[in-house]
């Protein structure tokens, strides 16, 4: 593999992305940006992956940006090289990503999880926003993506305290779509992807780009995408294949996946 930092494993239509840092406890620095930004791109383009798994370790998901890394750099130094900016790649992939979160999952890699489409997390799955400890702020979107999914009350809570939440509480405030033991959370996030990536390839593409469109705009405009898509699939050979499976009493073969 030519990544020093993540291990690429591809198993049928879907990949796992896992973060390898042990030592960092995944700590997200450049190097790990630029690996996993390059690896979801080329797994984006290649038609045989219907869904991607990002994973880190059962101790940390990972433990945010690489503050080492961060520590000596100037105003001038961030601004210049556009820091973290890559990141937002990963919002920009076609191909559903599903985040499989244990243990610590903080700041950017809080982030990182909430830049994925489904958010599963184990049992011992720990998110926060602790910043504003080490005299900063988010930096990968976490202020928006945060509140967004868990609204101001405990965006405002977690950004400004630096406390963290477990799992039990990101489910409950809508972070995460449900919670695992951790010993099945590998197995899960695979089967998750499965399920994913046996759906028609462009109809899953057109149905997250409708969900995503929520955070972009209007009520009447999203509906009005939505329902100009939604037009869109019956041109789709996915559309007839699905409905002809369900009136024959058969599993359906999409065609496009
Ligand atoms: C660099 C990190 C790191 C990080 C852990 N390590 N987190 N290195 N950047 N974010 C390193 C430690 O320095 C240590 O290496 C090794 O990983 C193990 O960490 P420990 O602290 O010894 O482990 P533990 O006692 O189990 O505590 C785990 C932890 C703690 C609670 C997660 O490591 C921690 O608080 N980490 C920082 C979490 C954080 O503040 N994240 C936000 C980062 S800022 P050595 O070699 O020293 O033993 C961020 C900002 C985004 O994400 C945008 C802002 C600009």
Same mark, same amino acid.
């Given at each position: 593999?030519?990544?020093?930092? %993540?291990?690429?494993?591809?198993?049928?239509?879907?990949?796992?992305?896992?973060? $390898?840092?042990?030592?960092? &406890? $995944?700590?997200?620095?450049?190097?790990?940006? $630029?690996?996993?930004?390059?690896?979801?791109?080329?797994?984006?383009?290649?038609?045989? %992956?219907?869904?991607?798994? %990002?994973?880190?370790?059962?101790?940390?998901?990972?433990?945010?940006?690489? *503050?080492?890394?961060? @520590?000596?750099?100037?105003?001038?130094?961030?601004?210049?090289?556009?820091?973290?900016?890559?990141?937002? @790649?990963?919002?920009? &992939?076609?191909?559903?990503?599903?985040?499989?979160?244990?243990?610590?999952?903080?700041?950017?890699?809080?982030?990182?999880?909430?830049?994925?489409?489904?958010?599963? +997390?184990?049992?011992? +799955?720990?998110?926060?926003?602790?910043?504003?400890?080490?005299?900063? *702020?988010?930096? %990968?979107?976490?202020?928006?993506?945060?509140?967004?999914?868990?609204?101001?009350?405990?965006?405002?809570?977690?950004?400004?305290?630096?406390?963290?939440?477990?799992?039990?509480?990101?489910?409950?405030?809508?972070?995460?779509?449900?919670?695992?033991?951790?010993?099945?959370?590998?197995?899960?996030?695979?089967?998750?992807?499965?399920?994913?990536?046996?759906?028609?390839?462009?109809?899953?593409?057109?149905?997250?780009?409708?969900? $995503?469109?929520?955070?972009?705009?209007?009520?009447?405009?999203?509906?009005?995408?939505?329902? @100009? &898509?939604?037009?869109?699939?019956?041109?789709?050979?996915?559309?007839?294949?699905?409905?002809?499976?369900?009136?024959?009493?058969?599993?359906?073969?999409?065609?496009?996946?």
């Amino acid at each position: 593999q030519p990544y020093e930092t %993540i291990l690429v494993e591809r198993t049928g239509r879907t990949a796992v992305l896992t973060l $390898n840092r042990p030592k960092a &406890l $995944n700590a997200l620095n450049l190097q790990v940006m $630029n690996e996993v930004v390059a690896a979801t791109a080329e797994l984006d383009r290649d038609p045989d %992956i219907g869904c991607i798994v %990002i994973t880190g370790s059962p101790k940390a998901f990972a433990a945010g940006a690489d *503050i080492k890394e961060m @520590r000596p750099q100037s105003y001038m130094d961030m601004y210049l090289s556009d820091w973290f900016t890559a990141w937002d @790649r990963l919002g920009d &992939l076609r191909t559903p990503t599903v985040a499989a979160v244990a243990g610590h999952a903080l700041g950017g890699g809080c982030e990182l999880a909430m830049l994925c489409d489904i958010l599963l +997390a184990a049992d011992t +799955a720990v998110f926060g926003q602790p910043e504003i400890k080490l005299g900063v *702020i988010p930096g %990968i979107g976490g202020s928006q993506r945060l509140t967004r999914a868990v609204g101001k009350a405990k965006a405002m809570d977690l950004c400004l305290t630096g406390r963290t939440m477990d799992a039990t509480e990101a489910e409950r405030a809508g972070l995460v779509s449900r919670i695992v033991p951790a010993a099945d959370l590998l197995t899960e996030a695979r089967a998750v992807a499965e399920k994913v990536a046996a759906m028609s390839a462009p109809v899953a593409m057109m149905a997250k780009e409708a969900v $995503n469109r929520a955070f972009e705009t209007t009520l009447a405009e999203g509906v009005r995408f939505e329902r @100009r &898509l939604f037009h869109a699939v019956f041109a789709t050979e996915d559309q007839k294949e699905g409905m002809a499976a369900f009136v024959e009493k058969r599993g359906a073969e999409f065609r496009h996946r």
